[in-house]
């Protein structure tokens, strides 16, 4: 069939406006006599006609100067059949994938007609060979678009009346028998159904009579039901009102509910969420239980376009702990978590990571984040930097939070500033022959001052014995803790250089000096009335330099061997050595005053002190060092001829990413001047599937025995002591090993490990290519594993560590952890997931949660089950799920302990 395009210019025909009857769409007669002499002209235009109402009223007039009149926008027809045009009636009528656009106005149908004198437009589909109706309009409106089985649309009042019109207004969609629209583009249905289900014949809505949609605000219906699967239910409501703006809106937030063994029933996480702005929003979420126990949830999000963007969670909840009313007691715990990123704008950044709350919070309340339940150390950091203009400085204020739930150890480092300098090179614009290392000669500076406040009373280190003591932190301990806070400040100005011997070494000689500032200082002296060392602290400025130097080699060597015959290609070696020397004074000497040696009981025994023993920046170090320090890494990997393959090129298989040994050697030590051998290993096996890294500790010097002592409880003290004697000199090989680390991983998915991970990757792309917003590509990007993927058929990861340790003659000591989790498709439709692991030291399993995913393509049912452990459990939420969750087959997970 050949393609006819008409293109006429509807401003040389002047019409009247069309009376205003709000239900109907009459119109007035235009002011003109008929345009054309004779009844009727039919014409079927080839592809080469253009024709246009210009050539048509005035064939002479080749200006095309249009008169007044009410549209004046073109008007752009196009017909696959035929276009047929009554000069009488005014009739333009176009059949088989006809096409008319008008301004904002696009309408595509099998059949169209146009009427210039009315201005109304007709659209309907036609029947096809068997009696089927093809090409039903689909008709676009300021990119509204609505799918109709018949419409009539007015130019001039822009009224319309569809019919059968399926329309989608956010991730919503309506579905009606008629639908007038106004010049609002307001819509007023009838017999329609609203749902989010996205198909054709839906399989859930809500059913009414009568029904409104105001575009981009709400939709108010009379009285409604809920069908499902076409069968209307029992639940009828005299009226209702639905939001449906493009942008998020208010709501209620409906709660979950289920069991738990220690707090019991539950509804959990209901609410209400408050769409503040387009650039804020609040969701406040409650939870009760059926022992007694409660908590309120504060979320928010916020974002300035182009300057910065974060979210803050606030958590409170009051449990009762305990299993009979006699042994039950209140606990009151709170979790913070704030994160506020900047973008790129400007020099200054101000940033925050607060994660922290009440150290029982994790043991109390189950969390939405499992890494969180199992972790014993959370940090936050909140700091702000900036450069100073038309120098090399830049500064940063922060204050830092440790914390471990565990020990109950907090420090806060409020504020902590820093200054720096960019490196500088003085002399870059030097140039001679064989002294190009002054060119490179650089140096920088940087200045780091704290108040370090912590509840650890005992943290000074006596003959290397933490011995701690932590006490609460509260408002009634915070004054004390503020007076033994600790402060100060450290210097440091690095000078290094670079260059090359026999052009394949590179040499880097370095030298650096320190300096620390202190408010404060201690004098240890020994009491004869106590019998033991009393410690005074003296109020004033106190400060103390070292200094060290050194220089490093480092080169690379390449080696690559070649078979001749057999699948394996070559093997390639790349070794990488490096030697450092490096040289440090001996600070603890007296006549620096630093240390000084103490005596410590009536016996005249001795210690030596540093008065600044347990200050934030710590003393410059004791004993003198030269040392040297080897290391040596090294890549294996082969070039293998696949299999069956008829190309010549070969595949890279790696034997080793990485196998390193490093050891130093102080050659100014008293004693031990060798200190342990460190070997490192990584690699993996069955083309990726499995990643294995090993990590070894070889202490060179031997152990002697001297005694074995039995406690009551039939514990064995063993006294040993390590002698400086090298065991091969012992005949004892190169050394004792004491510590053995091997960690093992692997996800057995079809199509490996790599595949698995692509598959989350793609995410993002098929998230796009679905339709979604970006703030919805984002959302599924930035949190894959919150979606369930029905795409991939089954996961198996497999983690395992095990660490194997030895002091002296103690017996051994083995940890093992092993952690499992994954999911399978049983059918298109149903998918189950499980996460646990197992404690060899207890003999028994640690959490395990099961979870069963259904997929009702509109709907989603997921049940969560934790068998045993602390947290037994189990819950069920049934929800509806997102339209572009529908199209992408991903259902949103949900856990025991979703937020």
């Given amino acids: 069939m050949r393609r006819y395009i008409l293109s006429l210019f509807i401003f040389l025909i002047p019409f009247l406006s069309l009376a205003q009857e709000s239900d109907t769409l009459s119109q007035k007669k235009p002011n ?20 246009s109402d210009s050539t048509i009223v005035n064939p002479s007039d080749t200006s095309k100067t249009a008169q007044k009149g009410d549209i004046q926008t073109t008007v752009n027809y196009k017909a696959k059949d035929s276009v047929n045009f009554n000069l009488k009636t005014q009739n333009i009528i176009m059949y088989d994938d006809a096409h008319v656009d008008y301004g904002d106005i696009e309408l595509d149908a099998d059949k169209i007609k146009v009427n210039y004198e009315t201005k109304i437009l007709d659209a309907e589909g036609l029947p096809d060979s068997l009696g089927v109706i093809q090409g039903d309009p689909v008709f676009t409106d300021k990119g509204q678009v609505y799918q109709t089985k018949q419409i009539t649309y007015n130019f ?44 054709e014949h839906p399989h859930f809505g809500i059913s009414a009579n009568k029904i409104k949609m105001i575009p981009n605000d709400k939709i108010l219906i009379g009285p409604f039901n809920l069908e499902i699967n076409e069968i209307p239910t029992p639940l009828l409501l005299p009226f209702g009102m639905f939001p449906m703006p493009n942008t998020k809106t208010s709501g209620i937030l409906f709660p979950t509910y289920g069991e738990e063994n220690r707090r019991g029933f539950f509804l959990r996480d209901g609410g209400y969420y408050w769409a503040i702005s387009e650039f804020a929003d609040m969701a406040i979420r409650g939870e009760i239980y059926s022992k007694g126990s409660y908590g309120l949830s504060v979320a928010t999000n916020y974002k300035k376009r182009y300057a910065y963007n974060g979210s803050l969670n606030l958590r409170f909840n009051q449990q009762r702990v305990g299993t009979t009313e006699a042994d039950s007691a209140i606990s009151r715990d ?53 450069v100073i203009p038309n120098t090399p400085f830049n500064y940063a204020v922060s204050a830092r939070h440790n914390q471990n739930v565990i020990t109950n150890e ?50 000074i280190k006596r003959d290397n014995i933490r011995e701690d003591s932590i006490a609460p932190f509260n408002m009634e301990t915070l004054p004390y803790l503020l007076e033994r806070a600790d402060n100060g400040g450290r210097h440091r100005v690095p000078v290094s250089t670079s260059f090359n011997l026999f052009n394949f070494i590179t040499a880097s000689p370095n030298f650096s000096y320190d300096e620390v500032w202190y408010l404060k200082e201690l004098n240890h002296s020994y009491s004869e009335e106590l019998q033991t060392v009393v410690i005074d602290t003296l109020d004033r400025f106190s400060r103390a330099g070292s200094y060290s130097a050194g220089i490093g080699f480092t080169t690379r060597l390449y080696g690559t061997v070649y078979a001749k015959n057999g699948p394996v290609k070559a093997i390639r ?38 008065k600044y023993e347990g200050f934030v920046y710590g003393s410059p170090g004791r004993g003198q060092s030269g040392a040297v320090s080897f290391s040596l890494a090294n890549t294996i990997e082969m070039k ?101 680390a091997l960690a093992l ?59 194997w340790s030895k002091n002296g003659f103690e017996d051994p000591r083995i940890t093992q952890t092993a952690s499992f989790s994954g999911d399978v498709n049983f059918t298109e439709k149903w998918k189950v997931g499980f996460n646990s692991g197992y404690d060899f030291e207890m003999n028994d399993f640690t959490q395990t949660s099961f979870t069963i995913f259904r997929d009702l393509h509109c709907w989603q049912i997921n049940a969560n089950w934790t ?14 799920k997102a339209s572009i969750l529908q199209d992408l087959k991903l259902n949103r997970r949900r856990s025991w302990f979703d937020n």
């Fill in 156 to 199: 001039d009042s822009k009224k319309a009346i569809i019919k059968g019109v399926i329309t989608q207004q956010g991730e919503a969609f309506m579905h009606s028998e008629w639908i007038k629209k106004n010049e609002k583009d307001e819509l007023f249905g009838e017999h329609a159904l609203y749902t989010t289900c996205n198909l």
């Fill in 334 to 386: 709170f979790w913070v978590q704030w994160s506020h990123r900047p973008e790129s704008k400007g020099t200054g950044r101000f940033s925050a990571s607060v994660n922290g709350g009440t150290s029982t919070f994790n043991q109390n309340n189950p969390v939405s984040d499992y890494q969180q339940q199992v972790n014993a150390s959370f940090t936050s950091n909140i700091s702000y930097s900036n």
């Fill in 32 to 51: 003109i006599s008929p345009v054309g002499a004779n009844d009727s002209v039919k014409s079927l235009v080839d592809s080469t006609q253009i024709i």
């Fill in 745 to 803: 991983s692997t996800n057995l998915n079809p199509k490996g490990k790599s595949n698995d991970d692509a598959n989350r990757k793609n995410l993002e792309g098929r998230a796009r290519a679905a339709g979604a917003t970006e703030d919805q590509v984002q959302a599924i990007a930035s949190n894959p594993d919150m979606y369930v993927d029905f795409s991939v058929p089954w996961n198996l990861r497999l983690r395992y560590n095990i660490r």
């Fill in 410 to 459: 907090i420090d806060i480092l409020l504020p902590e500033v820093a200054l720096n300098m960019n490196r500088q090179y003085p002399f870059k614009n030097f140039k001679a022959d064989g002294f190009n290392w002054i060119s490179k000669l650089n140096y920088s500076y940087s200045f780091t001052s704290t108040n370090q406040i912590t509840n650890n009373l005992g943290r």
């Fill in 640 to 740: 293998v001829k696949k299999k069956n393959d008829t190309s010549d090129a070969p595949q890279k298989v790696s034997l080793f990413d990485n196998l390193s040994l490093s050891t130093s050697y102080n050659f100014l030590a008293d004693s031990f001047r060798l200190a342990p051998i460190n070997i490192n290993a990584r690699t993996n096996l069955f083309n990726n599937k499995v990643d294995i890294n090993l990590q070894t500790t070889i202490d060179p010097y031997v152990m002697v025995l001297d005694s074995i002592s039995e406690a009551s409880n039939g514990n064995l003290t063993y006294n040993q002591r390590r002698i400086d004697t090298y065991a091969w000199e012992a005949g004892k090989g190169i050394g004792r090993l004491t510590n053995v």
């Fill in 573 to 610: 070696h790349v070794m990488t050595p490096s030697v450092n020397f490096s040289w440090r004074p001996d600070f603890g000497d007296e006549k620096y005053g630093i240390y000084k040696t103490v005596q410590t009981d009536s016996l005249g025994n001795t210690r030596v002190f540093s």
């Fill in 867 to 880: 068998p045993f452990g602390r947290f037994q459990s189990f819950s069920v939420d049934i929800g509806v």
